[in-house]
């Protein structure tokens, strides 16, 4: 934790005072060395979903959906964000906050999946249902995603209303930039896991308490 | 011969005995047929629909209105199976999951077919298009396999949540957007607005790969989910 | 390519995203340290527990 928080730190330091600006875009280009890494890891995180649904569903031991409860949440966080810088970024550089291309779209139908599959963990009757619903949500919505991608993509090539200009976020990027971006990408992977691994330690943590109490009550029944 | 039968028969029977249900009450059809009216007004009133710019709400009207009806119709696909405990007789009869499945599927294919026929012709007539062209009934049929096939799985875990109501449109529409793009896209192509350049051909062919995937995907999640 | 902000002018735009991330992961960070602290009560509650078992029971 600890070093995750120190290499972010860093990463902060290299995004703000080390990385060149970039000529035409100016400072707000500097988004892209959290957006890019941050949306790199939200699909990272929703195929550890999907390993982990269906592991989950061939194994059925509780680690497996830990590991793709926490991921989800991990996974929906990171998009969440990605969604929210994306924008800021769009505005002053492409004048809209938003518009309807496929990578954006996808992005946002994904978000709404994998917040759909929270939603219904938390709406299960118990919890080894909600873990077995959910593991069919991870396994249908990481094989929708490139069918969505194709959609949406193929759609916005026949509707194309607003024509973006060659300022990608991964334009052409100076060599230090590249450097930073990597480096960013490294702690934010690093952050991820150590989240990832407290959230999944913490539940299985849980579970050994729920069976202790469990045979604490049984115990307790018995003595009287 | 056999096998074929033997795979096949226990589907029509499911299947049968949801139709069988379906024709005593009638209210799935009938009530997501007039949802879907309704729904058309609405959508009248909120776009200001008129003869310039109905070739190009058209579609859009007609997929809202077929994709909002077919959620209220799968929604009770499993709603008195639940209540009735009928499920539980369904799961202990020698009949498999899959067959379950399937039947399930086609009686939910058969109810939302049956409101986008009776409908077509009333938006034929309220927009003005030729509701008969051979590619608009193979978007429909395209469309209404990929919404039955999702939606019968998860109408079957939304069942089962606290709130089903809610589950059901949150979990179904996000997954079955590519059908929704590539529906509306081929209508638009068929109805002849112009829009679509590629035609109509690319639109079905996405949803057809749509339908086969989670044609095989659903079935084997639903048999692991009726396991207990 | 329209350019709407001068390069300087779009800084609030950068602070706005940074600002937000961090506060996001940090409100995620407290919630589940808040988590953390239930578990940890939990945890002792059940360690009490069961010491004051063994002991009613030595003393039986």
Known sequence: MAAAG????????LIFMWAPTEATLGHVQRILYIHVPMAWLAFFAFFVVFVGSVMYLWKRQRRWDALASSAAELGVLFTTLVLITGPIWAKPVWGVWWTW???????????????????LRSYGVNRSQGALYSAVLGIVGFVDVPIVYFAVDWWRTQHQRLVIGGATLEGNLHPDMRTTLFFSLASFT???LVLLWQRVSMKRTETELEALEGSQELMGGRSV | MRGVKGLLWPVFLVARK???VEFRSREVVIGSAVFAVTLVVIFNFALNITPETVDIL???????????????????????????????????????????????????????????????????????????????????????????????????????????????????????????????EATTGAIGA?????GPGRWLQLMAVFDAVFLVLCPWLFSLIMEE | MIILAAPAGNIPYLFAAFIICWAVFFGYVFFTSRQQRELDRRMTELREGLEREGRSREGS
């Not at chain 2, 539980?88 to 039947?103: A, C, K, M, N």
């Open chain 2, 58 to 184: 058209a579609p859009g009207v007609l997929w809202a209105a077929f994709s909002f009806a077919g959620v209220l119709a799968m929604s009770r696909a499993f709603v008195t199976e639940k209540d009735q405990g009928s499920l539980e007789g369904l799961l202990l009869t020698p009949v498999s999951r899959d067959s379950i499945y399937f039947g399930k599927m086609l009686a939910l294919f058969i109810f939302m077919t049956a409101v986008e026929a009776a409908l077509l012709p009333v938006f034929a007539v309220l927009f003005d298009f030729s509701a008969f062209s051979p590619t608009l009934v193979g978007a429909v049929l395209l469309a209404t396999l990929g919404f039955a096939a999702v939606g019968t799985l998860f109408s079957a875990v939304a069942v089962n949540t606290r709130s089903r109501e809610i589950m059901l449109p949150i979990l179904f529409f996000p997954v079955v957007s590519p059908v929704i793009i590539g529906a509306v």
């Open chain 2, 194 to 198: 112009g829009v679509s350049a590629a």
């Open chain 2, 18 to 20: 949801d139709l069988l």
């Open chain 1, 6 to 13: 120190l290499l972010m730190l860093a990463n902060t330091y």
């Open chain 1, 101 to 119: 291309d496929a990578r954006l779209t996808t992005t946002l139908v994904l978000w709404l999946i994998y917040v759909g599959y929270l939603m």
């Open chain 1, 190 to 192: 690093l952050l991820f």
